[in-house]
Structures are given as structure tokens and as C-alpha cells.
């Protein structure tokens, strides 16, 4: 019973401390990377004990500047909502990771653990149903601020969220269709199938169109740029215009750990999850014969780093993005999510249907 | 702006061009970055420079802080003729006449105030100067108070301070005001 207890309390924890950890993380991988990409050197200043560290400090900066400062309310806000919508939009977006596969199984003590925060057989419509949960926080920041440009923010975002989680459903569709499963770790662990004998059948070799739209519409999702209508910093400045300190801290952290969310969605559904090509239970069987026997526990903390590096890679790919598009005007967005991605990824849907009924296999 | 063709309108292509170019530069930074980390010669992987410890070289012909050149003995080689105060536009600089013990100078500053609050930095004093006893060749710019009345720089501060090197970098330390010293 203790046992359990203590393996469920390790696998919760390990997502809880990796999505945090790397969420305060980003955003000094955001200053730098941006910086490095201008021709920048980026934040470097923050310093302990004349130890700058490479700017590592800023991220504890911040949040020591943020919890220090006035915590403000408008006269006018509804007093409840505003002090909810912060926590509400951080909690739906820290939960969304948890039934997420980081690894295979895990002995340990006689028993099977799998390697996911919590096994879902609804996983993927876990996943998104907390991810649309999540604007209801945004909405209810720009609703209770009684200021105009945050309830633009509000409307803004609920119309983009709509837009863009009806194709980021569709466009998962064909992935689920391939595995008939809506189990995470059943996805990844299909992926780890060759075809033709050598090609890992990773999602994006199966479903390079939906991986497109999901990545794209999953930009939409998080809310941003190119897709950051809702906070449009340059004209409204949106749903958190009234919020300061910590409570803004939570925004901010909550665009972070939807990152992280989308690149581990990203990562299971369509880069092999915690696969590493020709890598099974038993060691490397490679497919001109040779192989490579390795230790059960070693292939885990081998997939385990895997899956932390695959989702280290399309965080990259995310922040590479955000820091070179400039922002979609909102008439764009709409058109884009409901006149290019929803239709594609419908007949990406019908396509997956027709070649899985020709070919017949599952 | 001329319409846009499909591959334009098609978005996905003209996207991938601009994430290659902007991945290109991280990636080019980067390896500059590592050379440097690593000791190794190279160009720099920014093309800004870290402020208070770089500098841009300035060019000789800058206008920066003032300065009142001295004689071989120490004393101003300023004769308080008062032409720079007269030519000033901004009416920053202030006076005060008085007898030089040597009988071959005919006068000397008592006081010789410039509020740099007022001073619009036109170089006309320099220019006017019969004497070639004031200059603007220290390279300081950083000078700033807390006070207007810290902004005005006395005859001994402006005495004390050197020309810049060739580079421009400034010899002399800022002089601080009295009200600025800690």
C-alpha cells in the first residue's frame, strides 16, 4: 500500500517538478535564444556574488521582482473572477501534462509502473480537454478587469481558442486512426513499429500533413506569436492589462508550460514520444543484424532522456517560430484556422480513412 | 506592394525561408560563441557592445565635457576676456574677472561656472577662445546629477581634468559635484 502510494507520489512528482523547472527555465531560453538569433547577447546582468552565470539568474529575478511588487485591483473588477482567473488558466495548463508518457515501464518492486504521471484511456481528449479548460482563466481575466482592452483580449482569445482547437482536434484524428487508440502510451508504443524493416513509423512519417497542422494550430492554442491576438502587446495589450505581480507571473507562466505541453504533445503524437529508432526492451536491434543487448533500466533512463531531448528540440522549434513571424492580424487568423487548417485537416482525416481501408492493416 | 504570388500565398514555404534564416543566424552565433568560450579567435557572435565595459571608440573631433587648460605652473590659462561667455547661445558660462599677480598677464577667473544643464554642446567657446584655454576633448559624457545645482561644473573641476587618449577614452575620472560624493 506504501508502496503504491510512493510509486504514484513519484510519478506525479517528476512531472510536476520537470514541467515547473523547465517552465522557469524557458524564459531564460526565450531571452536567449531571441538574443542569439539577433545578433544579441541577451539578458546577462543578474548576477550572485559576481557569478553571472550565463543570465541563468534572471529567471529568479523576475520572480523575486514579481512577488515583491504591488499586488493591484481595479475599484471596478469583480473581485472573485479577478483573483480566480490567474490560478484557474496556470492549474488547466499545469494538469494537461499528466497523461503524457516520458518512458516505457518501470520495475520496481515487483511491480509494473508505467512511466506517465497518470494512465488515461482518454489521454489525447485529456490533454485537450484541460487545454480548452484553460481559456476560460483568459476569458475571465478580461471579463472581470472591467477594462475594454482586456475584455477585447477575452473575446479575442475565446474566438482564436475556438478556431484553432476544432483543427487541432481534427488534425490529431489521423494519428488516433493509425494506432485505434486514444492511450498515450499506446500511441507511442505504436510508433516504435519499423516500416519497410528501417523506418521508424513515427508519426511524422505517417501523418506529415497533420503534424503541420498540429503544430500550427497548436501555436494557435497556446496563444503565441504569431498567434498572440489576445495579448497584441502592441495595440490592446489584452486579458491581462489589469494584472500585476505574481498574478501576471502566473500568465506569463502559463504561456510557458503550454509550450512545454504542445512540444510533449508534439513529441508523443507524432516524434515517437520516448522511442529511440531501432531501440526495443531488450537492447538496439539494428536492421543489418546487429544489436546491441543493454540492461532493462538502462533503456529506460536512455528513453526517458530521449523523450526530455525530443521535447528540448520542438521547444526550440516553438521559440525558433515565435521569434521570427510576426503577429497575424486577427481577420488572417480566423481565416487561416477556419479556411485553411480546419478543411485539411478534415481531408487529411478522409485520406488516413481511405488508405487504412485499402491497405487493411491496424 | 505588388500581389502576391501562390508560393507566397501558400504561406508554408515563404515561413520555412524565414525560419532558415533566422536558424542560421542562431546557429552562426552560436559557433562564435562557442569559439570565443572555448579561448579560440574570432568574430564576435553579437554586434552589440556590453556598455559600461566596451566602448565605441570616439572620434577626436568630439564635443564632449569641457576643460580649462592649464599653465606650465597649474593656473588657468584663461585671462577671463569673456569671450566665450559672450558667444555662448545657451548663457552657461559665468565669470568672474580678477588680477593676475604677474604683471605680464593682464586677468584671471576667480570663478568660471558652466552650468551643463544649459549647455547645448555647440563648441562656439572652444572656437571663440583667444587663448586656447578651454576645450571639449575629454571624452566624458556620463556626467548627470540629482540636482540642477549638481550640474554646474566649478573652475577647479573643470581645471583638474585631462584630454582623452587617441581612442577617445576618457583619462580623467567623471568629477563628481559636491552634492553627488558619497
Redesign the interface.
Known amino acids: 500500500m506504501l508502496i503504491d502510494l510512493g510509486i504514484a507520489f513519484g510519478r506525479v512528482m517528476f512531472v510536476m517538478l520537470f514541467v515547473l523547472n523547465v517552465a522557469a527555465l524557458l524564459g531564460w531560453v526565450e531571452r536567449k535564444?531571441s538574443?542569439?538569433?539577433?545578433?544579441?547577447?541577451g539578458a546577462n546582468r543578474a548576477s550572485i556574488f559576481g557569478f553571472r552565470a550565463l543570465g541563468l539568474f534572471h529567471p529568479l529575478a523576475d520572480t523575486l521582482k514579481m512577488l515583491t511588487k504591488e499586488d493591484f485591483r481595479p475599484a471596478r473588477a469583480d473581485r472573485l473572477l479577478f483573483e480566480l482567473a490567474p490560478a484557474v488558466s496556470v492549474f488547466f495548463a499545469l494538469v494537461a501534462f499528466a497523461s503524457i508518457p516520458f518512458g516505457d515501464t518501470l520495475q520496481v518492486a515487483g511491480r509494473v509502473v508505467p512511466l506517465q504521471a497518470v494512465t488515461l484511456n482518454v489521454g489525447i481528449l485529456y490533454v485537450f480537454a484541460m487545454l480548452s479548460l484553460g481559456v476560460y482563466g483568459i476569458m475571465m481575466a478580461g471579463w472581470s478587469s472591467a477594462n475594454n482592452y482586456a475584455l477585447m483580449g477575452g473575446q479575442r482569445a475565446a474566438a482564436l481558442m475556438i478556431s484553432a482547437e476544432i483543427a487541432l482536434g481534427a488534425s490529431i484524428m489521423g494519428v488516433v486512426m493509425i494506432h485505434g487508440s486514444l492511450n498515450m502510451m499506446d500511441i507511442v508504443r505504436g510508433q516504435g513499429h519499423l516500416l519497410w524493416g528501417w523506418v521508424p513509423a513515427w508519426g511524422i512519417v505517417t501523418q506529415p500533413l497533420a503534424f503541420?497542422l498540429f503544430v500550427t494550430a497548436g501555436i494557435a492554442a497556446t496563444k503565441r506569436i504569431p498567434f498572440d491576438m489576445p495579448e497584441g502587446e502592441s495595440e490592446i495589450i489584452g486579458y491581462f492589462v489589469e494584472y500585476s505581480g505574481m498574478k501576471f507571473g502566473m500568465f506569463l507562466m502559463t504561456d510557458m508550460v503550454e509550450t512545454i505541453v504542445l512540444a510533449g504533445l508534439s513529441t508523443s503524437l507524432f516524434l515517437g514520444g520516448w522511442q529511440i529508432p531501432f531501440l526495443f526492451a531488450e537492447g538496439f536491434h539494428f536492421p543489418w543484424g546487429a544489436g546491441i543487448a543493454l540492461a532493462p533500466l538502462l533503456v529506460t533512463i536512455l528513453q526517458v532522456t530521449a523523450f526530455v531531448g525530443k521535447v528540448a528540440v520542438v521547444i526550440f522549434v516553438l521559440m525558433?517560430?515565435r521569434?521570427?513571424?510576426p503577429r497575424f492580424r486577427y481577420d488572417q487568423a480566423m481565416r487561416l484556422g477556419w479556411l485553411g487548417l480546419f478543411p485539411l485537416s478534415i481531408a487529411n482525416i478522409v485520406v488516413t480513412g481511405l488508405v487504412l481501408a485499402a491497405w487493411g492493416n491496424r | 506592394m505588388s500581389p502576391m504570388n501562390l508560393r507566397q500565398r501558400f504561406y508554408l514555404v515563404e515561413v520555412l525561408t524565414g525560419l532558415g534564416l533566422t536558424a542560421a543566424h542562431f546557429f552562426r552565433n552560436m559557433g562564435r560563441h562557442t569559439a570565443r568560450a572555448l579561448g579560440r579567435k574570432g568574430t564576435s557572435g553579437a554586434v552589440t557592445i556590453q556598455y559600461p565595459e566596451e566602448r565605441r571608440p570616439y572620434s577626436p573631433r568630439l564635443r564632449s565635457l569641457h576643460r580649462l587648460v592649464r599653465r606650465e605652473d597649474g593656473s588657468p590659462r584663461c585671462v577671463a576676456c569673456m569671450m566665450c561667455e559672450t558667444v555662448c547661445p545657451a548663457h552657461c558660462i559665468y565669470i568672474v574677472a580678477d588680477e593676475h599677480p604677474n604683471p605680464e598677464i593682464e586677468k584671471m577667473p576667480r570663478r568660471f561656472d558652466i552650468d551643463l544643464g544649459k549647455c547645448v554642446f555647440c563648441g562656439y567657446c572652444v572656437e571663440a577662445c583667444p587663448e586656447d584655454a578651454i576645450r571639449m576633448d575629454t571624452g566624458i559624457l556620463e556626467f548627470s546629477s540629482y540636482s540642477r545645482g549638481g550640474m554646474i561644473y566649478s573652475k577647479e573641476m573643470l581645471l583638474s581634468l585631462e584630454p582623452a587618449d587617441p581612442t577617445g577614452r576618457p583619462r580623467s575620472p567623471i568629477p563628481l559635484p559636491a552634492n553627488r560624493r558619497a
Do not use: G
Not at chain 1, 35 to 41: G, H, K
Open positions: 535564444q538574443a542569439i538569433m539577433q545578433d544579441r547577447i503541420i525558433l517560430i521569434w521570427t513571424l
